[in-house]
């Protein structure tokens, strides 16, 4: 591990712009050693030549070639992969001299990958942007509002983005994610979805666009008749009776039982709208 930090001393970034900056009065001189790899290190000026060389040869390396392979195959098919498939993997990697694009194209036409249909969990990140991609939901266009909204959701789910520290990413396999904690954080947001409690922050499709065409069959026997005044007209609509509950209108009063003496029939008044909820996570409904 010394040796390899020492080989890469001097590789460093600009002050101001934060762009890469090799600088090389901060490089380690002298003869390393790691593996398989050895230099004479003899400047500081050629140190920067030196560590490219180190990079590229841990880049070619057999066990880097088998780790990346691993994570894809876990990642894509399942959390446990053959290793017959991470060999022809690794093996398409070190043939494509370290290029990813022939590693994939071997790993989407597999029949591994063919069969890893149910075999993966969703992480709560993903599980979050599918719900939001299947209702039409986005951040707007200005402003990070939405962004922050989504980025405080994520992390009450438990994978804010970028939340995790060390150097290896987010745990890939159902185990690190399937609890009845985690189940019920995810009820709990889906629902916040689907109840459009997010509007305020969220750029969100009309509710209309949600409905699919009716068959011209629709309303044969005659148009809706509404017991109370309310929505007037709308009934007759072959969408009417989405746009009532769009409108707020409610259903009628429920009949009294048979025999009983009812003197003005009306309509049940619609109930008082509660109060928005804006922390859905910590509020039981």
Partial sequence: MRQSALILTGLSTDGESGEYEYKYWRHHVGPLTVMGFSTANATAEGGEAVAMAYLSYLAHHGA??????????VRFVSDSPPGVLIDRL???YLVSDTAIRPVLQRLFTSPE??????????????DLVAGLRA??????AEGTDGLNLLTWVAGELGQPPLGWHPPDGYPDVTAAWASP?????????????GDRWYDEDLVQPDVMEWTVPLPATYGARGPVRLPHGDGEGLADHPQG?????????????????????????????????????????????
Avoid: C
Wanted: aromatic letters at 4%.
């Fill in 64 to 73: 880097t070639a088998r780790q990346l392979a691993t994570k894809l195959a």
């Fill in 90 to 92: 690794a093996a398409a």
């Fill in 113 to 126: 990958f063919a069969a890893s249909a149910g075999l993966k969990t969703r992480r709560p990140y993903e």
């Fill in 135 to 140: 209702v039409g939901m986005q951040p707007p």
């Fill in 181 to 193: 904690s985690g189940a019920l954080a995810r009820w709990n947001v889906h629902t916040a979805i």
């Fill in 241 to 285: 009776h989405l746009r009532l509950l769009q409108q707020g209108a409610h259903r009628p009063a429920r009949r009294q039982p048979r025999g009983a003496a009812v003197a003005h029939r009306t309509a049940r008044q619609p109930a008082a709208r509660q109060p928005r909820i804006r922390d859905p996570m910590r509020t039981a409904r």
